[in-house]
């Protein structure tokens, strides 16, 4: 009989010690015990983005100057688009100056193809969308690109070199004559040879 007694005495405290001793409420020692789990809501702060985002400034002294081409309006030309021989000139990597253009114009004149649709210097090259303007196939262009792209593909094999060079440099390098007779612009090629440099007068 005395340790049923001693057993309820038992159970009694241990139901009050979980119930709570009067002094705090039950859902308050809840919340106590596991405060380092529990994210509260009335402190946290959702991430705002800045307002302003900060640009970076890189100044002229920090990086090489890269000096630009004159407008076009500053070079003047006769036998071909202005427009066409800088595209065409860039296109070879090549930066444009009133000599470069000059040569171009002079080669324009002497192919007299300038007739032909965006193709002053009478390319043969097939681009999509071109078509024969004369018997050996020199050819219309549909656009201005097309005829520039085509024009600057041509130059760029292995036969013309010395063109090349010759606009790189601004002015007549050695082999450009002969350069020009495997184009087919004997006229300017026989005027290189008897002594023509491009240059002002």
Known sequence: MRAVALLFAVSIMVIARLVGDGNEEPMERLTAASARTVVRTDVWQPYEAPTAVPVLVVHSDDSPQRASSPPLETFKSSAIDVSFAIGLLRRLGIEPTAWSIAFLDEWAAM??????QHNPLATTQWAEGSWCYNSVCVRHYPDQLTGLLATAKTLQ???YPAILQSLKENRIAPGTAANL???GTIQLANKIERGWTNDPE
Do not use: D, H, K, N
Request: net charge neutral.
């Open 111 to 116: 192919e007299g193809a300038y007739q032909a």
């Open 157 to 159: 094999l292995s036969y």
């Open 181 to 183: 007779r495997i184009w």
